[in-house]
Nanobody, 121 residues
């Protein structure tokens, strides 16, 4: 069993910053890709940023230059530093990880439960 838990959401004014964290725990052998997705009401869940175990990153065009993804492999934790936030960044942010489990060695995608980010004055 593997769990991903997000922390750090909240209400912030336009132009402000937030830092999200996502910690994975459970029967983990390794985590390849970790990423952040977001979903606004009425919209599909879209990729925000992702990072491999080697540190390679990808970002959605809408967040390039404002958001930074990073990870601590020893802690099985991924972070999302969000700067210069805009109202259109308002969404539920979800963490996702490609996890190889200790039991059986199978690899699965796991999701966190999501954390609300609201950008409003």
């Amino acid at each position: 069993q593997v769990q991903l838990v997000e922390f750090g959401g909240g209400l912030v004014q336009p132009g402000g910053s937030l830092r999200l964290s996502c910690a994975a725990s459970g029967s983990i052998f390794s985590i390849d890709v970790m990423g952040w997705y977001r979903q606004a009401p009425g919209n599909q869940r879209d990729l925000v940023a992702r990072i491999t175990s080697g540190g390679s990153t990808n970002y959605a065009d809408s967040v390039k230059g404002r958001f930074t993804i990073s990870r601590d492999n020893a802690k099985n934790t991924v972070y999302l530093q969000m700067n210069s936030l805009k109202p259109e960044d308002t969404a539920v942010y979800y963490c996702r990880g490609l996890v190889q489990t200790r039991t059986g060695g199978s690899t699965y995608w796991y999701w966190g439960q999501g954390t609300q980010v609201t950008v409003s004055s």
